[in-house]
């Protein structure tokens, strides 16, 4: 494994300890409303810092770019940022609902190098360095082989903080909805595109997602040989928030459904 990929494993188990141990008695977290069905914890915050401890200690002069804190521009102006979702999927887990996880990603120069995306609860740690393959729990990890949209098990995630394209993303789930084999809305979209990545989905698309939820998911896709494009066919689904991967095959069957959506 890679120096660099093992502190991301490093940090990952460290806020994994911290999320486990306040899932035992969930009435006590402390529950903040960021906006309308937008939440933020204690353990959040908590896993987050513990997270960045961690990089800060091997790499103190990378950029970050956390869901609670943040950008924390880069101290000498390297190259390298990391980006970090210390509790993808908060309202599962405010709920008991067993479906999140930790996300982190380096990038440099704006390409994603190193990814890992750890689920806690079943303690299912997804990795991925760029050219090396992604793996679950030192196993390697393909797309699912589906080739036709018609057999295939798409996931999704509903918008929930900006209704703006609500009707739009309506249209598409009917559409996706009669043309596949089911849809799947699990909650936490980095576990959503890991469960991409070992073939558990055969797709996925969401509107409105943000660089944390979306870049250590992606990298593990493209590294278990899927695709992952914007609405566009383009890759600035990290910018825009609107993604859409699958299997090879899949990919382009449901980017163009999609897109008779899109305004």
């Known amino acids: 494994m890679h120096p660099t990929l093992n502190i991301a494993v490093k940090a990952a188990r460290k806020a994994a300890q911290i999320i486990n141990r306040a899932s035992l008695d969930i009435g006590l977290v402390k529950v903040h409303t960021k906006r309308d ?46 980006i970090i979702d210390p509790l993808d999927g908060t309202t599962n887990f405010i709920h008991g609902f067993p479906q999140y996880a930790i996300s982190i990603a380096q990038a440099h120069r704006g390409v994603l190098q190193h990814a890992v995306v750890y689920d806690p609860t ?25 080739i036709r949209l018609q057999d295939s098990l798409i996931g999704t995630g509903f918008p929930f ?70 609405f566009d066919g383009e890759s600035e689904w990290l910018n825009s928030g609107n993604v859409v991967a699958g299997t090879p095959k899949v990919f382009p069957q449901l980017l163009q459904t999609i897109q008779a959506h899109k305004r």
């Open 122 to 146: 079943r303690n299912e740690l997804f990795t991925a360095s760029k050219g090396a393959g992604a793996f679950l729990n030192d196993r390697r990890i393909r797309v699912s082989g589906r």
């Open 161 to 230: 903080r900006d209704w703006t394209h609500v009707d739009n993303y309506l249209g598409m789930f009917k559409d996706v909805m009669q043309k596949c084999a089911g849809i799947r809305r699990p909650g936490a979209a980095a576990l959503d595109l890991a469960y991409v990545a070992c073939g558990r989905l055969d797709g996925f698309w969401e509107i409105g997602l943000s660089p944390w939820d979306v870049a250590g998911g992606a990298l593990l896709i493209t590294e278990a040989g899927g695709l992952i494009s914007d």
């Open 37 to 82: 069905n937008d939440f933020v914890t204690e353990v959040d915050q908590a896993a987050e810092a513990a997270i960045i401890d961690t990089i800060r200690e091997a790499y103190p002069d990378h950029g970050i770019l956390a869901e609670e804190t943040g950008l924390t521009s880069a101290e000498s102006g390297s190259e390298y940022q990391w």
